[in-house]
């Protein structure tokens, strides 16, 4: 069997077992997609189910985003298959007490380096049913990745236009934005139940797709992420207008490690930046 | 459908030579929701009042917006005419025309202009006014005192003598706190335990105090007025009801060799013992660390109880019934207090924080405090300065100032204040019983600000011939039995080598270890050093942001006693105000959770500057819990709204600041001409050049937002 | 564009720079009429959608003031505005917003002088600037075509 086969065999078994064992009564992973090279989330609830779970390079959504779902918060302990990402998705969703961590495990996939899965690289599943507080240390390595300099390729070079031509490229991007909201919806930390976008009395933010409406939404949905989103890239790949959200979350994760040193996902005690604040934080724009 | 009066102020000529006021009044009239728009010489005159009070009558007006001079001003005036005739307060605005208009503009027509677009947000704002009441508390009549140093003596003194019930919490066994180790006082030089020990009995035998010794807080709920707190009693095994402190049973205890606390580890005590000869209560208590029998009981795991070694103290009291009780336990008492005072003082620099001194390592290098003990009469020596090494009468004394303060690496940035003058004391105490001995100081610039203070340092030099060294010492060592130090003095620009036989340090002045931790649970700020923090600098110094608690003496930072009992007697008069009245009437400026729509992400608990937002549990009727929301207390709320913005659903809102008043606000001031492609979005507006939306606007009346319909729309379903 | 006045919009504490606007009233100082003060009790009560929201309704320029760090009337409601600001105005500079309209200031109740300086600096600034016509085009109605510059 090559490697992969054997990872994808201990994937199914600790989903198995934990749903034998009553270790959990829901494990949320992947299954093959109707659409190929498309692997659709899989919510397990008996033990047999576990045999139709995947796992490859396309299995990028975000699954802790089903955490906050009533269906998924009526059940007491729920696994997830848990690539980084997921597993930093519920450190923030801990942070802000949406999640209760006794009562999520994670099957955790490890692979090299932060994107791993985007390419196609090896991965392994770790050994047994993981907490997070179990997990954290193995994945603390990753953090030193999170700021090199690659990771803001693309933010870098909208940094190196002019404030007018900055302004085209995003009006021009904006522009495209259907609000279809997918972005809102595949987000793990976009839990709200009922989004600032849909708030009516009063209406800060233009529900229809007009220039200023999509600017506000696309300006307000990155700053509700500020400090907090985890770079999964979920939002983007679920844009289907190809709005590159990427480089608005990456600038945000920027100005916050610079500015307050923080990366978000790591730590589920940490304060997140935006709640929190030191007396010497730096002021040299303000007048 | 919003009927609001507008009244336009001239304030003679200050408004009206700049702004044209009939104007102003004009272009509100063809404002919408604008039912009445007048304007007159002084609104704030009787007349003025008077008419907006008739108007609101006459008009049946829903609100009121008076464009006049600052609300900073005439804000309650207004209020209070409109309260006056039945219309709730807080559905009148005003509009600032006079200090942010005709004050600093000087063209009329711009000015005009201007006045009325100002005019134009607060009517946008009043259209979405809603009535308020302001939040009345009860306030329980007894306050709470943490802390029996001589700030929370003479607030608890002070309070309780104005006829209010107070509470003193103190941790040690007795009350007095530092000041109580003290030997002699500056500048006056007067017996520290002759004027404090009075006020101690004082309070001991005060009917509305009530004295908890070993005492802790353990939790704090509520709000000013209707605090809640949970005072954990610790076991002193000993009954304060029948004990009359004769001293049977210390004189018993057979463990005698235990370093003081109060004499700063120079003199020794028993394991059932009292602090100091003048202690309230002067009732021991028993050391569980160091009694036999609570050894016994740990090394075998048994209750206390049950041990049966030693008991020579409970065997020599002489109380029927004895007093000695091995089974006494920690109690939690709950106390319903109406205001807080925290008077919980500091520390001194611990020895290990200096090791560059060889404090605690080298035996007669000692702490400021431990010098008071020496030079003190009831002290370890007697008042004799002697070497804790070998007892040998000291010769020569160096004393070093700044040890700490002043240093950021040994993070206490700040200066300690008190340590300029009682450096001098020490030497001044040490010639004085040592006529022969030479003393020198080693200080890096002198702070004797305060009454008396700069000459009492004059007499120290001058008078006692302390020789004052400026520099800073390096390094001490020991050689053949004496201290050698090694510094410069940089107003000669020399090194000094000095010989001494003891060495006082004047360590900095530190915050009491997990202040922090309380301060936490009371809803006050500290800084980054750890001092608790005032609700405002210099205006509100007794205050903290936490409403109903106050702040005395060195916990908020160093300071001597005279400034601490000021501060005190402060923060017990703003107690005593508050304690007078049976109920206090808060503003309804408050913060308000819809729970709908609250997500319980936290921020705003998290945010919050007084800690006023906590969790509310929903459960249906089985009692099952469904959800977690945030929920407000008005009666902590300060209304700074600062929750509001970091909520980012916008569950929670601001009275009288609401995100709809905002809203309004800012649309008020868009200028429509200016907006190609721009519908008309059903609000009637009027730029420089009139409404584009061109709706009926005479009528006065159109309040048809669309965003008021419409139902809210939600992600899941 | 000679004769350009912008609009301006500002937020303003109610303790610090609402009070620092009266106290140039009161001096008697001169600044010029562009700016509108929008009261709010405390820094920590202004969301960056009131920015976004004013930039829609014309503002070429808004200006957000409250008391300096330690003089808060709430202790630290402007310390967690500043947070806000800092990571908010990195993004409107990101997506092409010139950071002179937008200005952040801490104007305490004494500085009456450094209000109506500031004032008149960002008056000049904006003007110079011209009308916020990017923003203003960006159509309000569905359906339109783009016509951002
Ligand atoms: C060496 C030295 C010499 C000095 N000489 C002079 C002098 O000559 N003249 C002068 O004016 N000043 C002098 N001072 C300063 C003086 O000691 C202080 O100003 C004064 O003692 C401060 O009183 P306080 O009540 O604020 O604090 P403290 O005296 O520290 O009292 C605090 C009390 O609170 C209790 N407490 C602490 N935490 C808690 C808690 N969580 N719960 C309940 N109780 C708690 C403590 O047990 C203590 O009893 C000197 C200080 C030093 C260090
Ligand atoms: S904003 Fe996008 S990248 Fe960030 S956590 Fe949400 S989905 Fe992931
Ligand atoms: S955009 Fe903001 S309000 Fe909307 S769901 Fe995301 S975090 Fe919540
Ligand atoms: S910030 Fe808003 S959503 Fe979050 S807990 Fe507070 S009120 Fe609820
Ligand atoms: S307005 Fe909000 S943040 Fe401010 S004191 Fe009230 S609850 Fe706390």
Redesign the pocket.
Known sequence: MPAEGRQLEKLRHLARHALESGAVSLVIGFAEGTVPGRAAPLFCTAPADADRLIFDGYCTLNLANYLTRPEVRAHQTVALVARHAVAKAVVGLVQESQVDPTRVRLIAIHCPDLDGLQQDVAWTVADGLQTLDEFLPTAAHLHDQELTPERFAAVAQVESKSSHDRWDHFAREFDKCIKCYACRNVCPLCYCERCIADKNQPQWIDTSSTQRGNFAWNIVRAFHLAGRCIDCGACERACPMDLPLMELNRKMKKVVAERFGYVAGYDPKADLPLVTFKKDDPEEFIK | MSRIGVFVCWCGENIGRTVDCPAVAEAARRMPGVAHAVDYKYMCSDPGQQMIIQAIAEHRLTGLVVASCSPRMHEPTFRKAAARAGLNPYLCEMANIREHCSWVHEDRAVATAKAIELLRVMVEKVRHNEALKAVSVPITDRALVIGGGIAGIQAALDIADAGHDVILVERAPSIGGHMSQLSETFPTLDCSQCILTPKMVEVAQHPRIRLLTCAEVEAVSGYVGNFEVTVRRKARYVRLDRCTGCGACWNECPVKKIPSEFDEGLGLRTAVYVPFPQAVPNKPMIDTENCLRHKDARRKGIPVTESKVCGKCEAACPIPGKAINFADADELETVQVGAIVVATGFQTLPAAAIPEYGAGRFKDVVTGLQFERLASASGPTSGEIRRPSDGRPVERLAVIACVGSRDPAKGCAYCSKICCMYIAKHAMLFRHKNHHGAAHVFYMDIRAGGKDYDEFVRRAIEEDGVDYLRGRVSRIFERGGKLVLFGSDTLVGEKVELEVDMVVLASAMVPQPGVQALAQKLGVAYDQSGWLTEAHPKLRPVETAAAGVFLAGTCQGPRDIPETVAQAGGAASKVIGLLSRDTLDREPI??RVDERVCDYCTA?IK????K??GTKELKNRQGVLLRRVAE?NAGL????????AACRPKAID?AGFTDAQLFAEVRALGDFNDIEGRECDGVPHFGPAGCIAGQSVKSGGLDSHPTDAGMEREKHG | MADFEPNITAFVCTWCTYAGADLAGTSRMKYPANVRLIRVPCTGRIDALFILKAFENGADAVLVSGCHPGDCH?TSGNLHARRRWTVFSELLDFVGIDSGRVTFSWISAAEGRKFADLITEVTAKVRALGPFDSYRKMSAAAGEQSNAR
Do not use: K, N, R, S
Request: hydrophobic share 45%; net charge neutral; proline share 5%.
């Open positions: 408050i913060a705003c945010t919050c500057p007084v006023a937002i407000v709320c300060i209304g700074c709204g600062t929750c509001v601001l | 709430y």
